[in-house]
Structures are given as C-alpha cells and as structure tokens.
C-alpha cells in the first residue's frame, strides 16, 4: 500500500513589486513605489499619480492612475485612500494589466513573495496544490525549486524523469492556481 499525501502551498507577497522602467538620469531600470500618490485638481477634474522612485539614483516617475476624472465619477472612499496614500491601494493599482499598459511598465516580482506550506510530509507520493494570494507572475521551476529547497536544475531533472508531474505545464511563467505530485 502506498501512503498518499497532500499538501497546500500558498503564493503570498512580501511587499510591492519593483517596477521596470528605464531611468532617464542614470543606467538603472529599478523603480520602488512606497505607496504614495499625488492628487492635482484642475476645477472638477482631477488627475492621480502612483509615485515611484528610481532604486539608484532616487528620480521620481509618475504612474497615471486617473487622468482628467470628474470629481464626481470618483468613488468617495476611493478618493481617500488616495490622499491616505493607502500601500493596499497601491499594491492592487499596481498588479492592474490596464495601469501597466497604459504607462508602460512591467513589475519584477524577485524577492516580493513566500511561500506558506502546510506541514510537509515524509510519505513516498506527496500530491500538492499550488494557490496564488494574488497575480504573481513566477517562474514555476523557480517556485518548485524554492518550494521544495533544491535547485532549478535538480527541478529539470526531477521533470525529465518523471518524479515530479502536473496535469499543468510547468515550465515558463504562471499566476494561475496549479497541483503537482511528487514521487520520492
């Protein structure tokens, strides 16, 4: 008889992602955002910027968030999360596809997330569901590699051999919930 056993990993982040942008001032293309936000008012209008700064040399870039917005189609609630530099706020504005696109960044995600597991288990086949906090794109070799505590080779080669599988594909780069098993 063969012991099953399943477990759950769960992909959380750490804190904001750094933001990919190329610096006009120096040769970096790092940018941090703390979460801060600028308002300007323009009579009923308002324009909203996600602040960030170049991790070398500490230029400032301007995210747009809202651009010529009557006051009045703004979510009052909304509105105060952005004069209380609200960091939630900032962390959901910043994994939006639309905000990335429309000012032309990626976000780097290294070093912004963990892994909470389930207690692991000694048992033979250990089945285990993968979940996402929230959209993260990773590397999934990265993932498994840090999940398990062996390297990204060691990850190929458990693939080549069949020890590790997945009904999902696990190469390339993935924010949606997957499973794998692992025989040892």
């Not at 190329?22 to 801060?36: E, F, Q, V």
């Not at 706020?89 to 429309?102: C, I």
């Not at 780069?173 to 025989?183: G, K």
Request: charged share 25%; aromatic share 6%.
């Amino acid at each position: 008889m063969i012991d099953n056993r399943t477990t759950q990993w769960l992909v959380c982040p750490t804190g904001l992602p750094l933001i990919r942008r190329r610096c006009l001032r120096c040769p970096s293309a790092r940018y941090r955002a703390h979460g801060k936000f600028r308002i300007n008012a323009n009579h009923k209008l308002l324009d909203v910027w996600l602040l960030a700064l170049c991790a070398r040399c500490g230029e400032t870039i301007k995210l747009t968030v809202l651009d010529r917005a009557n006051v009045r189609t703004i979510d009052p609630a909304m509105l105060d999360r952005f004069h209380d530099n609200d960091v939630t706020l900032a962390a959901e504005l910043l994994t939006d596809p639309a905000l990335q696109r429309r000012n032309n960044v990626t976000l780097d995600w290294d070093d912004a997330w963990t892994i909470e597991k389930t207690e692991d288990c000694p048992s033979p086949v250990i089945h285990t569901s993968v979940r996402f906090a929230q959209r993260i794109p990773l590397r999934l070799t990265t993932l498994l590699a840090v999940g398990l505590e062996v390297s990204r080779s060691e990850i190929h080669r458990r693939l080549a051999d069949g020890t590790l599988s997945s009904p999902h594909r696990l190469t390339g780069r993935s924010s949606s919930d997957f499973s794998f098993t692992l025989r040892r």
